[in-house]
């Protein structure tokens, strides 16, 4: 079974309107999540990642995860998407006996206007 | 500071051929990761290199191998290329391993884009 799943490829969504990203993750996989993204031609960026303590996280730049034990989530949400969000977004999870970083397969957010 | 730089950006080969990539982690990061970055497979983990030791494998042939040298650089070698070893190779650097409460954030090279004729 996917240790992360993301379960959509794709997200389109228009400007200033509210997104979320959704993430489950298994068993095997350890309480430290995170979120990455992937501007076009780039390499991924650390958007946010829980650890510890709140299950509500934030980015700089507006995101928010929540961490849901009960239902193996941890979604990331945006009240008002900007064109510039748009990007492939990654959750991931520590597994492997906590060495391993294991990814989704990405959702592509598109933002249009 | 610089971040995680990898060469070539692009790399065109042939089946059969072998392929080398090369990876420079931030400077000060004792650990090195490699995915491959396949259309709609996501990101699948590599290898992992720690102070010159591999540390952990994912789920490839041995015809994917790496190491990783004194000053903690490290390179990847593909041998025998197939077809579907085309991809991006990303590398990632880290100053603790994803397991550990301080950290988890690995830094990412933009990659280098393999393709295999």
């Known amino acids: 079974a996917q240790s992360v799943t993301q379960l959509d490829s794709q997200v389109p969504v228009f400007e200033e309107a509210p997104v979320e990203l959704r993430c489950n993750y298994s068993?095997?996989?350890?309480?430290?999540l995170f979120w990455y993204v992937q501007y076009p031609n780039q390499g991924l960026q650390l958007l946010l990642k829980y650890l510890s303590g709140s299950t509500l996280v934030e980015s700089i730049n507006g995101f928010e995860a929540e961490f849901n034990k009960s239902q193996t989530s941890f979604h990331l949400r945006k009240p008002s998407v900007h064109i510039s969000d748009t990007a492939e977004y990654f959750c991931a999870g520590v597994t492997g006996g906590g060495n391993k970083l294991t990814f989704g397969t990405g959702t592509q957010l598109k933002v249009e206007l | 500071e610089a971040g995680v730089t990898q060469s070539p950006t692009h790399l065109i080969k042939t089946r059969g051929q072998q392929a080398t990539l090369r990876c420079s982690p931030i400077?000060?990061?004792?650990?090195v990761y490699w995915y491959q970055q396949a259309l709609g497979l996501g990101l699948q983990f590599l290898l992992w290199y720690d102070e010159g030791e591999e540390r952990n494998r994912g789920n490839f042939p041995p015809r994917f191998s790496g190491r990783q040298f004194p000053n903690y650089s490290s390179e990847l070698n593909v041998n025998a290329l197939e077809l579907e070893d085309s991809a991006l190779y990303l590398c990632?650097?880290?100053?603790?391993?994803?397991?550990?409460?301080?950290?988890?954030?690995?830094?990412f090279g933009e990659g280098s884009r393999l393709t295999v004729l």
């Open positions: 400077s000060g990061h004792t650990s």
């Open positions: 990632a650097s880290s100053l603790d391993p994803p397991g550990t409460p301080n950290t988890g954030e690995l830094f």
């Open positions: 068993s095997s996989v350890s309480v430290y």
